[in-house]
């Protein structure tokens, strides 16, 4: 199971982290990681972490603003948004699938999604 937290009104220009607890399972091959659906929009992956070696990847509109890490003692996920914009609201989802990439969409595991307002 995936828990998410820490969305949340915001101003333009400042900072959230979300948090991504898992349970239920052993992770240590696992991939993790962020999508998010924007109002009227698809759901779009934001960012993924191999929980082993802790590699990551990110879509090219967040790349040098947010960041992905792993707390393995506390088998967590956290996606620190930096210099938000107004165009970074949407509901965001952790989700998981136990090797490869999650940039395709395909997950095995989804948490329930948290709301990152940004406000202009």
């Known amino acids: 199971q995936l828990q998410a937290s820490g969305g949340g009104l915001v101003q333009a220009g400042g900072s959230l982290r979300l948090s991504c607890a898992a349970s239920?399972?052993?992770?240590?091959?696992?991939?993790m990681g962020w999508f998010r659906q924007a109002p009227g929009k698809e759901r779009e992956f934001v960012a993924d972490?191999?929980?082993?070696?802790?590699?990551?990847y990110y879509t090219a509109s967040v790349k040098g603003r947010f960041i992905i890490s792993r707390d393995e003692a506390k088998n967590t996920v956290y996606l620190q948004m930096n210099s938000l914009k107004p165009e970074d609201t949407a509901v965001y989802y952790c989700?998981?699938?136990?090797?490869?990439?999650?940039?395709?969409?395909?997950?095995?595991?989804w948490g329930q999604g948290t709301l990152v307002t940004v406000s202009s």
């Open positions: 989700a998981a699938k136990p090797s490869g990439s999650l940039v395709n969409g395909l997950a095995t595991s």
């Open positions: 239920g399972r052993t992770f240590s091959t696992y991939v």
């Open positions: 972490i191999r929980w082993s070696g802790g590699s990551t």
